[in-house]
């Protein structure tokens, strides 16, 4: 199977000597939806602005559709569709007006244009919106608009980064349907960023993890799973129905216990590590009073393995400490 | 194929901004009203005499023994009758004429001395009117007492040809002749204007042109960088010249459109002529703009977000307006900020319309500007290209 993405030691450095980037070698496979995750500021965005020729990296070397990013860059952009977190398309200009500029700008011919312009408007269902402004739609439309503007000149990969952020329910499904559906039957390469892990799980065919500008996890989301679940380490859903705050210190307090979180009065999700660490925390609640109601041996989510891996959650607020970055950096798309 | 898929891509992102520009209606608006504002504005700053000085109150003191200032101040009200510039208020004595100034009653006066009658009769000295000026409008003042000054001085003249004319019979010459042997009689180079709205009009055209593409340009390109649709232009199989070509042909037309209706409104409201060819004027506006172009992409790429562009532009291009002689000529600057002022590309610019819409210059007279236009122009050009170029891949 050939790779739409082949990166060696990809690295970027800041200003300040910042490794956004640090030493980076990964594949994207032809077809495949891959997940790249990541807490804030692990250089997810830096890797994937050096991928669509928007950042020169500092050292290393990567190839995108065959095409080296620094040397061929402008062969890359042929054949890549970017649809960044912050929509890239014009609210004074129609939905219609909006495709066809970016289709002039990629030198899709005349009625060439115009025929894919009808059939991706179809495709999202929105064809009847065509001579709208986009000022006039909601988020989850424009949203969609932004997604099919990105695939006007087909490209062989499109970069969906942060493609349900801000999106209520229905319209993050219906996206993520899209996102499927294009892969499946139109062969897109995809690489997907997101903080919702699900959805990562659902739509990824592989996913790597991104952390300190490494990537430190890399492989199927069952194999990544299969992986937390095979060492020692244990996430289990324990419900004591007179759950107290002494109970709870005692629990933390134990040595293989690695993280406690309280899911509401009665229940906890504690992840814990080593051969008797289910053990040792029963006997520890049952002998500080605790009524043990319900026990369950929870799967590993890919939340699980990116706790593992990163040592953090992915929401921002349990993020430790971010470091202040270079402005430029942050900057995102 | 040489450049035509460049120039295709850049018109697109013209097309674009125009199209964005049409559909918003204030955007449009603001874009006809600016110089609208702007011309109403400043021909009110620099007023001439006629629409400012209307029926200001001046105190009158008549401290004349004799007849004669009484029929002095008839033929003043009978002038003023005329054009109604003054409003005459009587004052017993010089004194209550100035308490009347410090009041605000009045903005001046005229003090009749008690020997007026006396000197026009006897014919051994001179009689001295006072005109009385309110120190703390220094602008009506000035105007005042010239206006006064000038009347009553041909006033004077009138009254000497009468006396001189008595003595003149007898030899047999004219009498103004003999009181004003010699006169001075101004005129410009070319027919008709000398009013500072046309001293103006050329370096505002110009101005106006320049500030929509020196301003609006880094903040265009800063404000899409900001919003994150700049992406979808660098990630586009397209030159980095045809964005930036796109952009600057964009803020071009906007500011034709600004000139042209800048040039209209003159025309119909301040009843301006151009004595040079349009073509050459066009042609030098355009020179101008390119000249500038160079300046205002590397302003762009070193701009980091909007806020910085608005403020960096403020910050270079106030003293451009007001150093490089548009409101205020250059001559009458101190020394040193002359020196500043020929340092300025800008000067040029203006100096060159200027000569051209007043003149109708041959392009010939001015290749000392456009030497120094084109030389800048290519000099910024060559340096901002990779300016702009690494600013959009960090």
New interface residues.
Partial sequence: MSSTIITEDLTKVFRGNIRAVDGVSFEVKTGEIFGLLGPNGAGKSTLIRMLCTLTRPTSGRAQVAGFDVVQDANEVRKHIGLVAEKMIMYNHLTAYENLRLFGKLHDVPGETLDKRIGELLDLVGMSRWRNTRVSDFSTGMRQKINVIRGLIHMPELLFLDEPTLGLDPKSSLEIRELTAKLNEEQGVTMILTTHYLDEADMLSKRVGIIDHGKIVALGTPVELKRRVSNSAAVVLQLNISNLTANLLSKVQSLECVSRVLTEDSTELKIHANGEEAVDTIIDAVRSAGGRISSIKNLEPTLEDVFISTTGREVEDKLVREAPQLPRRWRRGF | MGYG?EI??AL??T??DL??LR??KVRMAMTVLMPLIMMTMISFIYPSSENILNAIPIAIVNSDKGPQGSYLLAGLDAINAQTNWLTFKHASNVSEATDMILRGEALGAIVVPENFTSALTTHLYTANITILTDNSNPQISQMISQVLTQVIDVMSKAQASVDVYAYAQQVHVNPVALITPYSADSQGVVSGGGSYIEFMIPGLLMMTMIMSLMTGLPRAIAYE?D???L????????SRASIIAGKVLGRVVQGLIQGVASLVLAIVLFGITIHGDITWVLLTLFLGVFSFVGLGIVLTSVA?DETTAGMIMMTLTMPMMFMSGVFFPIQMMPDFMQTIAHCLPFTYAVDAIRRVMIFGVAITEISTDIAILVGFGAVMLLISIPMFNRAM??
Avoid at chain 2, 231 to 238: E, H, T
């Fill in positions: 898929r295709w891509h697109w992102i097309w674009k199209m964005e559909r918003s960088r919003v994150g649709t992406s979808g232009f660098l990630v586009a199989p397209i980091e891949t960090q």
